[in-house]
């Protein structure tokens, strides 16, 4: 059984720093790409960043800059700094992992989410 815990989120005011972390237990072969995705009332889920497993990233363009995707795979942990963070940063973020359990497929699997709220 795999399972992936959150932690991280909260309140911050503008222009404040926060760590997300996303770590996963159970029977693991392997995990591949890994990436953070944020859901805004009333908006889509949106993809945040992501990380591959040879470390290449990529971000959405409101984020770039301010943002920043690291995995320790030592620990099956991804993690996501947030600095300059705004108002508009205010969602609930969701880890996503590409990883296949031993004795099972590869597939991908998500958190349960953890609210960030950017407010003064």
């Known amino acids: 059984q795999v399972q992936l815990v959150e932690s991280g989120g909260g309140l911050v005011q503008p222009g404040g720093s926060r760590r997300l972390s996303c770590a996963v237990s159970?029977?693991?072969?392997?995990?591949?790409?890994m990436g953070w995705y944020r859901q805004a009332p009333g908006k889509p889920r949106e993809l945040v960043a992501r990380i591959t497993s040879g470390g290449s990233t990529n971000y959405a363009d409101s984020v770039k800059g301010r943002f920043t995707i690291s995995r320790d795979d030592a620990k099956n942990t991804v993690y996501l700094q947030m600095n300059s963070l705004k108002p508009e940063d205010t969602a609930v973020y969701y880890c996503?992992?590409?990883?296949?359990?031993?004795?099972?497929?590869?597939?991908?699997?998500w958190g349960q989410g953890t609210q960030v709220t950017v407010s003064s």
């Open positions: 996503n992992l590409d990883l296949q359990a031993l004795g099972g497929g590869r597939r991908n699997y």
């Open positions: 159970g029977s693991i072969f392997s995990i591949y790409t």
